[in-house]
T-cell receptor, first 111, second 114 residues
Framework: GDSVTQMEGPVTLSEEAFLTINCTYT??????LFWYVQYPGEGLQLLLK?????DKGSNKGFEATYRKETTSFHLEKGSVQVSDSAVYFC??????????FGSGTKLNVKP | DGGITQSPKYLFRKEGQNVTLSCEQN?????MYWYRQDPGQGLRLIYY???????QKGDIAEGYSVSREKKESFPLTVTSAQKNPTAFYLC?????????????FGQGTRLTVV
């Protein structure tokens, strides 16, 4: 079945460092891919999305490119801030509108 | 503002009791979902509903029940049969079944068994 695998955390970075959180997926058909962010005690908020191969999603300095050949959707940001500290979830939606989430990666950014 | 409202934010339950978590959306979305999140873990699907009066079991439906009598409402009941109900529960919705849009989430309900 479909699934999402993302790198385990926590990831600890200094402010202004470069961020990469790896995400790979297994899916039949043509899924849509998403990154969500969760702050403590809150629900998930959409960070960015891509609906077809080679699409690049971007928002608030974060980017991810839908790579069908490597089945990946890695999240990147050139310069992280303390306010980016949160848990990040990679997810896919299959052709039947069912969502599959990765286990989440906690990011800690130190000043 | 449109969105998904979950209530209450915190809920305490005695062992052996049933408890119902509320989820209401005013986004006119067709599909609604319930997820369970345990500390340091990802989301696991409990139940989902594509249309009114129809719902399907997810991966961990045992000990839970739902109803979908109205498009905007999808309450989740945690029954006494659920052996370890303490968790963070998230409700979500999407505009249409089969579309390319993302899921919208509520703020969650933290359930604790005392």
């Amino acid at each position: 079945g479909d699934s999402v695998t993302q790198m385990e955390g926590p990831v600890t970075l200094s402010e202004e460092a470069f961020l990469t959180i790896n995400c790979t997926y297994t899916a039949t058909g043509y899924p849509s891919l998403f990154w969500y962010v969760q702050y403590p005690g809150e629900g998930l908020q959409l960070l960015l999305k891509a609906t077809k191969a080679d699409d690049k999603g971007s928002n608030k300095g974060f980017e991810a490119t839908y790579r069908k050949e490597t089945t990946s959707f890695h999240l990147e940001k050139g310069s992280v801030q303390v306010s980016d500290s949160a848990v990040y979830f990679c997810a896919l939606k299959d052709n039947f509108n069912k969502f599959y989430f990765g286990s989440g990666t906690k990011l800690n950014v130190k000043p | 503002d449109g969105g998904i409202t979950q209530s209450p934010k915190y809920l305490f339950r005695k062992e052996g009791q049933n408890v119902t978590l509320s989820c209401e959306q005013n986004l006119n979305h067709d599909a609604m979902y319930w997820y369970r999140q345990d500390p340091g873990q990802g989301l696991r699907l409990i139940y989902y509903s594509q249309i009114v009066n129809d719902f399907q079991k997810g991966d961990i439906a045992e000990g839970y029940s739902v109803s979908r009598e109205k498009k905007e409402s999808f309450p989740l009941t945690v029954t006494s049969a659920q052996k370890n109900p303490t968790a963070f529960y998230l409700c979500a919705s999407t505009p249409q079944w089969g579309g390319l849009t993302e899921a919208f989430f509520g703020q969650g309900t933290r359930l604790t068994v005392v």
